[in-house]
């Protein structure tokens, strides 16, 4: 069974720094292509960073810049390393497992509140 587990949410100052990892249980971590996304209040899930299988990296035109995605696939973690944040940042941010191709899986983490606020 495939489960995605965040950690690293919370509160933190405008222009403060946060990391947010997702540890992946099962077999399949090597094999998927991974992000985050996130959902603010009265908003839609949208994409922040996603990063594939060979490593290509994909950013929202918002947070390029300021996030880095990153994978390990020895440790089954995906890591978004989150600076110079702003208070349009807050959001419940979702790590999502997915097959490269044909949409075979598709997992999602339980969420993580990141707020920013002074």
């Known amino acids: 069974q495939v489960q995605l587990v965040e950690s690293g949410g919370g509160l933190v100052q405008p222009g403060g720094s946060l990391r947010l990892s997702c540890t992946v249980s099962?077999?399949?971590?090597?094999?998927?292509?991974t992000g985050w996304y996130r959902q603010a209040p009265g908003k839609q899930r949208e994409l922040v960073a996603a990063i594939s299988v060979s490593r290509t990296t994909n950013y929202a035109d918002s947070v390029k810049g300021r996030f880095t995605i990153s994978r390990d696939n020895a440790k089954k973690t995906v890591t978004l390393e989150m600076n110079s944040l702003k208070p349009e940042d807050t959001a419940v941010y979702y790590c999502n497992l997915r097959s490269p191709v044909s949409n075979k899986w598709n997992y999602w983490g339980q969420g993580t509140q990141v707020t920013v606020s002074s």
């Open positions: 099962g077999s399949i971590f090597s094999l998927s292509a």
